[in-house]
Structure formats: C-alpha cells, structure tokens
C-alpha cells in the first residue's frame, strides 16, 4: 500500500526557478532511496482561511508561495530504509547548504494511504488538503473518501489519495499538528486529487457543489471542517521512478 512522506514548504516566489533546479538535481538520488514517484506542486490559489490555511501553516510571509509536495514509496519499510540512507549519504549535506527556501518553516510527516482510486498519469493541476480527524471518525472519513473519491473521477479527476498520519513529528517552528490546531483525540489526513490540467479542475468544482452525492450519508461531516487547509497547485516536477 502506497506510503506517502508529505511536504508543505514556503518558497520565496524570486526563488523559483532556483527552487526547480535544487529539485531537480535532488530527484535522481531520491530515486536511489526508493522513492517511486516525486512531485513538487506550487501553490496557484491557496486562499486565506478563517482559522487557519496552508499559508499559516509554514508561517508563510509576503513575496513566498507555499508548495503541497510528496514522496510516493510502495510501503512504509522501504520509506524507513531511505530515511536511513538520506541521514547518512553526504550528498545530503551538501544540498543543505545552500537551500533556496527556509527549511526550518518546511514541515513533513509520514502518512499511510487509506484511500488511493485511479490511474493517474500526466498531471496538470492538483487540489491539496491538510486536515485534523477524530481518531474515533477514521473509518467513517475513509468510507466518505473513498466514495468521494469515485465522483470526483466522474468529473474528470485521475487520481484521489486520502493518507492518515503515521509519523508525524513536532518541529521547532510549526508542524503537521500545530498547524491544524490537532487535538490529542485526533489524527492527521494529507490528501490530493490529481487533475489533467486546472480546466477540467474549473469547471468541475462548481458540479460537485451541486452534487447531493457529496454529502454525508448520515448528515453530519466526521471532521472538523474550519480546521481543514486546502489550495490549488500547478506542478513543477513530477518525477517517477519508472
């Protein structure tokens, strides 16, 4: 089952193609590790919330963009041996030294599928979310997902994954955690739904709105949804380790 290592990064938007070639140089030795699929997706419409946002979230300040970015691995072993192999190998260091971003504000965290429907393939938009869910409300979450998940493909999206926290840690600045205001009963879910291009992304979100198929079953939401931080992202790499 897919392991998803999850990223949210603010970037100085005079940094950007910086930020790209720092990547780019980066992917062929995260291929190395294990890593299946690489993405880096900056942030196109990330709007403020009333509680919280993504912004917030990496204490995002004027002139930066926030970026939604994953590592993809088969499983959470071969996750753990590359975590391994990247504290050790010194071409890591190297990369640190001259990073074109503030790494202390970038937050991460490990995270299990629950979700994972379609075929994907080349990607031009993405829709990415961050949110706090009950412990208690896991399976209820991922029966509305995963039937979400099969709508959304009905209006052209080619990909859904919904992940539940597994290792997140507490970081200096901000964190998973922190950011959405998570209670010691509740878990974290990072998602996204992969788009062929922000077109059909559009057109469908004013449909799905409409559609009485994407409310609860039982009425009620099983997640607190002021707390939920969502944007729209273009991708700048998308990277798979074929």
């Known amino acids: 089952m897919t392991y998803v290592e999850g990223f949210l990064t603010p970037v100085p938007i005079a940094n950007k193609d910086a930020y790209i070639a720092h990547a780019s140089k980066a992917s062929a030795m995260f291929k190395e590790f294990g890593v299946a699929r690489f993405v880096e997706t900056w942030g196109d419409d990330v709007p403020d919330g009333k509680v919280n946002d993504l912004?917030?979230?990496?204490?995002?300040?004027?002139?930066?963009?926030?970026?939604?970015?994953?590592?993809?691995?088969?499983?959470?072993?071969?996750?753990?041996?590359?975590?391994?192999?990247?504290?050790?190998?010194?071409?890591?260091?190297?990369?640190?030294?001259?990073?074109?971003?503030d790494g202390k504000r970038m937050i991460y965290g490990g995270f299990a599928s629950i979700v994972d429907q379609g075929t994907g393939g080349a990607m031009g938009y993405l829709?990415?979310?961050?949110?706090?869910?009950?412990?208690?409300?896991?399976?209820?979450?991922r029966k509305m997902a995963e039937k979400c998940a099969a709508i959304f493909q009905e209006y052209g999206a080619t990909r859904v994954l919904e992940a539940w926290a597994d290792d997140v840690p507490d970081g200096k600045l901000t964190d998973y955690n922190?950011?959405?205001?998570?209670?010691?009963?509740?878990?974290?879910?990072?998602?996204?739904?992969?788009?062929?291009?922000?077109?059909?992304?559009?057109?469908?979100?004013?449909?799905?709105?409409?559609?009485?198929?994407?409310?609860?079953?039982?009425?009620?939401?099983?997640?607190d949804g002021q707390r939920m931080m969502w944007g729209g992202f273009a991708p700048i790499i998308d990277d798979v380790n074929a």
Do not use: C, H
């Open 55 to 101: 912004k917030k979230s990496v204490q995002a300040q004027d002139g930066e963009a926030v970026l939604f970015s994953w590592f993809e691995y088969p499983d959470k072993a071969t996750r753990d041996a590359a975590g391994e192999k990247m504290m050790t190998d010194p071409r890591m260091a190297d990369m640190g030294k001259d990073m074109p971003f």
């Open 127 to 141: 829709d990415g979310y961050v949110l706090p869910v009950p412990e208690g409300n896991k399976e209820a979450y």
């Open 178 to 223: 922190r950011a959405t205001l998570k209670k010691d009963d509740e878990g974290v879910v990072y998602s996204w739904i992969e788009w062929p291009d922000k077109a059909t992304r559009d057109a469908a979100w004013p449909k799905l709105m409409q559609d009485e198929r994407m409310k609860p079953d039982d009425g009620e939401t099983p997640f």
